[in-house]
Structure formats: structure tokens, C-alpha cells
């Protein structure tokens, strides 16, 4: 469920042909969109998962959070960070893996494709770019190297044919390099 004019529900405004026919003004703001909503929700069974992205949160999911009586709004400061992403500038969220584990991805994922793993300390966080760029820190208080080559990876201790030495996490992706 995405914000925007194709989005849901859709930011078009109707004809104003189309409000001289229908029979009267909709009582609620996006009635038709709401409509299809409220029954999809209501069909449930057991659970309902509604998945958009935060950075264009659909108005649907906005009211849902922020209405106290659906206890949605509770553990938001819960959530998985999201960062920017090095490759687009748009943002990298948090994805679960079959293992358990985490990682993270563009929100572009077919135009872009970029991922990044979790913090190796954590692993459930993101190190993000300190201010001076010079760092990549978790919320974990975990700190890592930054990556001189890319703007969102980090330095990782690997092991080459000349011994151990510190890569970037999207190797082979990115070649950045540094000494341990
Ligand atoms: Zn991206
Ligand atoms: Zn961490
Ligand atoms: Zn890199």
C-alpha cells in the first residue's frame, strides 16, 4: 500500500463530471477505495498483513496507525531502521531471511537490486554513515570502517590470497578496501 496517484488508495482526483452524476458527495475522503478496503480487511480470517513502504505510506495505513483503537501505533519505535540507499538515494528496509537472519534492500528492488547484510554484531541493525563518513555505526553501539569506495557499506575482515585484509560487505559488488 503505497501513497502517490497510482497508489492505494489513488490520489487522482475524480472528474468533477463524475460528482455531478454520482448521487451525492461521499461522506469520507477516498469512499470507493475505502469500500474495497474495508471488505478485503474483513475478510480475514486469523491475521491481516498490510505491507508498504514507509516512505510513501498509503493514508489507509496512516489513520490505522494513529487510531489508538487498533493498538497498531504501540511498538513503532520497535522497528527495523531504514537507511539510505548508496546506489539510488532511496531507502533500504529491512527483510527477513529464511534462516531468521536479516538483511536489508533497496525499496527499488527491480531497478536497483542493491542489499546490504545485517550488522555483523547484532545482526538485525544497519551501520549507517556517521557524520564525518568515516564510520559506519549501528544502533547496537557496534562501529565499523566505512567503505571508502561506496556510500552505504562497511569493512569487514576478509581473507585474500595475500593474507587477511578489510573488504567492503557488497563485495564483490563493490572493491572497497582497507587496512586491518
Ligand atoms: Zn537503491
Ligand atoms: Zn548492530
Ligand atoms: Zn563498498
Redesign the pocket.
Known amino acids: 500500500m503505497f501513497s502517490g496517484r497510482m497508489g492505494f488508495p489513488s490520489e487522482i482526483v475524480d472528474d468533477p463530471l463524475l460528482t455531478m452524476v454520482s448521487p451525492e458527495g461521499e461522506p469520507f475522503p477516498h469512499a470507493e477505495e475505502r469500500r474495497v478496503m474495508y471488505v478485503a480487511m474483513t475478510r480475514a480470517r486469523k491475521t491481516l498483513t498490510l505491507m508498504g513502504a514507509a516512505s510513501r505510506q498509503s493514508t489507509f495505513i496512516a489513520e490505522l496507525v494513529d487510531d489508538d483503537a487498533y493498538g497498531l501505533g504501540a511498538d513503532k519505535t520497535e522497528d527495523l531502521p531504514t537507511c539510505t540507499c548508496g546506489d539510488c538515494g532511496g531507502h533500504l528496509f529491512a527483510v527477513p531471511r529464511k534462516d531468521g537472519g536479516t538483511f536489508y534492500r533497496c525499496e527499488h528492488v527491480e531497478l536497483c537490486g542493491n542489499t546490504l547484510p545485517s550488522c555483523p554484531d547484532c545482526g538485525v541493525g544497519i551501520p549507517v554513515r556517521s557524520e564525518d563518513g568515516r564510520s559506519s555505526d549501528c544502533r547496537c553501539g557496534a562501529t565499523f570502517q566505512a ?1 571508502p ?2 556510500a552505504d ?1 562497511w569493512l569487514v575482515e576478509r581473507s585474500g590470497r595475500y593474507g587477511r585484509f578489510l573488504g ?3 563485495f564483490p559488488r ?1 572493491n ?1 578496501k582497507g587496512r586491518l
Open positions: 567503505c569506495v561506496c557499506g567492503c560487505v557488497k563493490c572497497g
